[in-house]
């Protein structure tokens, strides 16, 4: 009985093959919204999980000014001694690594390369997690002495170097020449789409006389201790830099600590957000798809009434034409689910591709959205049916 | 009337069908009383509007009385439900139509088969028993064909290899050969009262064409919503041989 409805349903599915496919557009095409934006919400969450980890876990990162990156100029830089009284008055610390930064052309035999220098000790290398494939750190003495030697990250030797190994060679920046003594493991790609691996580290005195003619810092690295309470090390820091930077009680910080992991947590909530949002709006065309077989599958039992009339008269009960009709519905909505889904995983991996972010397969989200494209087959597919099984079988084979 | 018949195959009762209510009513039938023994014939004639169509829904159990008994094996059917009718049909009866009402698109064996799926025949048993009801019109090769792909007599045959496919109890044929010419009329008339005559099926046809009753064993004319003549009541009821 069940396989017939469904033999018949499928019959009817390609009889009316144009018509078909136009009913369930609606359904493919809100399928293929509903799992293309989650996968991709969940890819992007995934890829700032995962580049916020490269930065570092339990890391603190302090600037001056109350807004990250450009336009704290008028806020005053940090000294050198700040880092050391953070050092040596706050507990549970792992690292404090002081840098300072700036721009520059970095030139080696005819190639040259715009990118940041940026001068610390080797402390940063801990805090921000960042590991040497090639060569060594920096020594007690080159740091002391700000000697001209540097590490450089991937992107700056694959820019400069091409094939050559980079390790020992002489690279010039600016006025002056510096010798390439390590080479980092690559990071990829930053959560806001920066490359990680396009940097020069330096001794901070270096940088300092060489570049940034200043001996103050414009960024502290902190790493907290796995143990510490980083909200406390945050509001001790704060209370620390407060003093040293002489700010009155009602004033503001002229300083800002961001918490990697407060990043991650505010940029995946809004993802997560977004992919909600978004998720909603295309369940929307979902219900419109829906709506359409419902549509259709009126005209169909008008179009055989005939039918239902000869099913009547040779015995079928009222339930059977039902689940006929329903089963028809099912078998439209279910097909658009299906086809849905495979447009949506190929959508997927060449949009995540595109924006850079994982393609994470989720069978979960896939059989929601086929179960719930299966689902509105049911609605909407009843009432039609209904219809069709309350027809009386003498004015139904009477029908024209 | 039913001496030599104590127990009908089918019996209505007084029967009368009203359709509307207050002064647009139309009464189709007004007190009908008809018994058909197993193994008759019997043709149901009359002019159009006499009510003759509408005592056939009601032998048909596709229709109810307005009042009166219609007794199908001593069962009151104007006392079951709507699936327990669709029921009775499935079971006992087989429908023939003027207008064939095959499936379209659908071929002649598996229109054949459509009743027997209600009954939940397995596949193999189905095909067996479509192809047998085939043959016994004739249409054996001609199984694949679509109604579009056969002629008016064909398609007549197909409907009453559908209708006799289940064995049933009570054959209902509803003017069968209205939409067909003289010859290809003869035929199926030949068929049905072939099928009447050896398989001892008990057909009920409804007919305006005198030339087609005459293959009936027993003839019924309705007027005005009465029983006008019942051969029955003259001659008693007619057995197959």
């Known amino acids: ?400 | 009337m039913s001496s030599d018949a104590p127990q009908p195959l089918v019996a209505l009762r007084g029967v009368t069908k009203t359709y509307g209510e207050g002064a647009s009513a139309l009464s189709a039938l007004r007190g009908i009383d008809l018994d058909i023994a197993p193994g008759e014939f019997v043709a149901i004639m009359g002019p159009s509007g006499s009510g003759k169509s509408t005592a056939m829904n009601i032998l048909g159990c596709l229709d109810t009385p307005t009042s009166g008994e219609h007794l199908f094996q001593g069962v009151h059917v104007e006392r079951l439900s709507r699936t327990q009718r669709a029921l009775l049909r499935r079971h006992y009866l087989g429908f023939v139509f003027q207008g064939y009402n095959l499936l379209a698109r659908t071929s002649a064996l598996e229109n054949v088969e459509l009743p027997l799926i209600y009954r939940r025949w397995p596949r193999t048993r189905r095909r067996a028993a479509a192809l047998e009801a085939l043959a016994a019109v004739g249409l054996v090769d001609w199984r694949a064909h679509r109604p579009s792909e056969l002629s008016g007599g064909q398609q007549q045959r197909v409907a009453i290899a559908r209708a006799i496919v289940t064995d049933p109890e009570l054959l209902l044929a509803d003017e069968p050969t209205g939409n067909l010419d003289s010859q290809r009329s003869h035929e199926i008339m030949a068929l049905l009262a072939g099928l009447n005559r050896e398989r001892g099926v008990t057909l009920v046809m409804v007919t305006h064409e005198a030339e087609m009753a005459r293959y009936a064993s027993r003839s019924v004319r309705f007027r005005d919503g009465l029983v006008e003549h019942d051969d029955a009541a003259s001659h008693g009821g007619e057995q197959a041989a």
């Open chain 1, 1 to 400: 009985m069940l396989r017939n409805a469904l033999l018949v349903a499928l019959r009817e599915v390609r009889r009316n093959l144009l018509r078909s496919f136009l009913t369930i557009l609606g359904i493919v095409i809100g399928v293929w919204a509903v799992i293309t934006m989650v996968t991709l919400g969940r890819g992007a969450t995934r890829a700032v999980s995962a580049q916020i980890a490269t930065l570092g876990s339990n890391l603190l990162l302090m600037r001056p000014g109350q807004r990250f990156g450009p336009g704290s100029a008028n806020a005053p830089n940090f000294k050198l001694a700040d880092a050391a009284a953070i050092r040596d008055q706050i507990g549970g610390l792992s690292a404090v690594a002081p840098a300072a930064n700036r721009v520059v052309t970095a030139v080696y035999a005819a190639r040259n390369w715009s990118t940041v220098v940026t001068g610390t000790s080797n402390a940063y290398f801990d805090a921000t997690g960042w590991n040497l494939v090639r060569g060594r750190r920096f020594a007690e003495g080159e740091l002391r002495a700000g000697k001209a030697v540097c590490i450089i990250g991937e992107t700056v030797r694959s820019k400069l170097f091409g094939s050559e190994s980079p390790v020992g060679s002489r690279i010039r920046l600016k006025q002056f020449s510096c010798t390439v003594i390590g080479l980092l493991r690559a990071k990829g790609q930053g959560a806001m789409g920066m490359d990680q691996d396009d940097v020069v580290v330096m001794p901070l005195r270096a940088v300092q006389r060489r570049l940034t003619g200043s001996v103050d810092v414009n960024t502290l690295f902190v790493s907290v201790g796995a143990r510490a309470d980083i909200d406390r090390v945050k509001q001790q820091i704060a209370a620390l830099m407060r003093t040293r930077r002489h700010i009155a009680d009602k004033e503001e910080d002229d300083f800002r600590i961001l918490d990697t992991r407060q990043i991650a947590e505010t940029m995946t909530s809004t993802i997560r957000i977004m992919t909600l949002l978004l998720g909603a709006v295309a369940a929307v065309s979902l219900l419109v798809g829906g709506i359409g077989i419902m549509n259709i599958m009126l005209v169909s039992v008008t179009e055989r009434t005939r039918e239902i009339g000869i099913r009547l008269a040779v015995g079928a009960l009222g339930r059977e034409v039902l689940l006929q009709f329903v089963i028809e519905a099912v078998v439209l909505s279910a097909l658009g689910g299906a086809i849905g889904i495979v447009l949506a995983t190929l959508g997927s991996i060449a949009l995540a591709s595109a924006m850079h972010v994982p393609y994470v397969f989720d069978a979960r989200i896939c059989a929601l959205a086929f179960f719930f494209a299966a689902g509105i087959g049911v609605i909407f597919g009843y009432f039609p049916a209904r219809r069709a099984a309350r027809l009386d079988p003498i004015e139904a084979l009477r029908h024209e």
